[in-house]
């Protein structure tokens, strides 16, 4: 199976007079076997850049290959490409099996042979007891197995997906998860997979791809890019709660420089050569303590509480704003003072301008 080349993709739609930059010089490679997701807000870029992989959008420039081959100009039905989207659009009059095996038959396949193929893909797909059923007669998850059977008893030789489950339940979502991991590892080619649910990128992908106003952000395995985001909209963006941000500076002390954010210092690692800098501080809700002592860490007012069973997420307001707090599960706040703690080494510092991470 080949690897996926994004090379300098650059998409400009024209509306009305305007020209707007749906993608912005982005060079991604997808490698054989890899599961790389392009996960970020609405309208950044996602669904176009994978309209451009797939064939059903024009690059206004830049190259696309699989393999060797350049596909820019490849129509898509001549790319052997597997794309699932949000809308299933099954045959209604068409069994599951028929459903599954009709590409087949239209590109000839002997009945044997389709018989085959569909059964190995039922198995995967855990549809096995579901083949002689009508579409009407499935869930949403079980259309959208059917619909992926149907992708892949083609052989692909690229998996595309754009925002496959956002029509599900989250019950339906996280039972389908584990099915798209074990079907494209099974097929073994590359995946790229558009998603605006940091969740199912984080779960699914070998790497993340963040894409910001059509450009790329960063692109890492998931952990880096959740414990290391090098920018402030890719620390925000990923992460559930959402990182919480202070205003800090820093202080250069007897030749060491330390991070102080209201009234009080934490040594950070990597800050020597900065003096004087306002910086953004920010934290994941799961790294900031409550104390019981208002003294101790950044002052904040107790508001309200969200009891989660294995936790609770404590609202408190704070001289920057409102900030989130990951607290145990029986922790219940009294609309009192209490002093926010930060965990010195899971603090990440972006320049105030740019967003860029500094340390
Ligand atoms: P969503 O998550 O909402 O689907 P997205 O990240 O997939 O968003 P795109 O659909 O690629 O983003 O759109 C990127 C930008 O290009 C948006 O500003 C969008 O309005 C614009 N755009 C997309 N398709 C067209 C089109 N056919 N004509 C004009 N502008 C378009």
């Not at 018989?115 to 009407?136: C, F, H, N």
């Not at 059977?149 to 019950?171: C, H, I, N, T, Y």
Request: glycine share 10%; proline share 5%; charged share 25%.
């Amino acid at each position: 199976m080949p690897d996926i080349t994004i090379e300098n993709l650059t998409k400009v739609y024209e509306e009305s007079g305007d020209e707007i930059v749906a993608v912005d010089d982005v060079t991604l490679t997808i490698a054989d076997g890899e599961f790389v997701t392009l996960v970020g807000p609405s309208g950044c870029g996602k669904t176009t850049t994978l309209r451009c992989v797939a064939g059903l959008n024009t690059p206004t420039s830049g190259t696309i290959r699989f393999g060797d081959r350049d596909v820019t100009e490849t129509p898509v039905q001549e790319r052997n490409i597997a794309l699932l989207f949000q809308d299933i659009a099954l045959y209604p009059h068409m069994s599951v099996q028929e459903n599954i095996a009709y590409g087949l038959k239209i590109a000839g396949f002997s009945r044997q042979e389709r018989i085959a193929r569909v059964e190995e893909a039922a198995g995967l797909l855990q549809i096995t007891d579901q083949l002689e059923k009508m579409p009407s007669e499935l869930s949403g998850g079980q259309q959208q197995r059917v619909a992926l059977g149907r992708s892949l008893v083609r052989d692909p030789e690229v998996f595309l997906f754009d925002e496959p489950m956002s029509d599900l339940d989250a019950k339906l979502k996280a039972e389908l998860r584990p099915v798209i991991e074990k079907v494209t590892n099974e097929i073994g080619c590359p995946t790229l997979y558009v998603t605006h649910d940091q969740a199912e990128a984080m779960t699914m992908s070998d790497r993340v791809a963040v894409i910001n106003d059509g450009e790329l952000e960063q692109v890492a395995p998931p952990k880096e890019i959740y414990d290391e985001p090098d920018s402030e909209f890719v620390s925000r963006f990923i992460g559930q709660p959402s990182t919480q941000f202070f205003d800090g500076r820093i202080r250069a002390v007897n030749g060491t420089a330390e991070l102080v954010v209201g009234d009080y210092e934490y040594e950070v690692d990597g800050l020597g050569g900065w003096n004087g800098d306002e910086v953004r501080v920010g934290l994941r809700p799961q790294h900031i303590t409550v104390s019981n002592d208002a003294d101790v860490g950044i002052p904040a007012t107790h508001l309200l509480d969200e009891p989660l069973g294995d936790a609770t997420h404590s609202f408190f307001e704070t001289e920057f704003g409102e900030a989130i707090v990951v607290t145990g599960p029986d922790f219940e706040g009294d609309g009192e003072e209490y002093g926010l703690v930060f965990q010195s080494d899971a603090i990440r510092l972006f320049d105030t301008d740019s967003g860029v991470r500094i340390a």
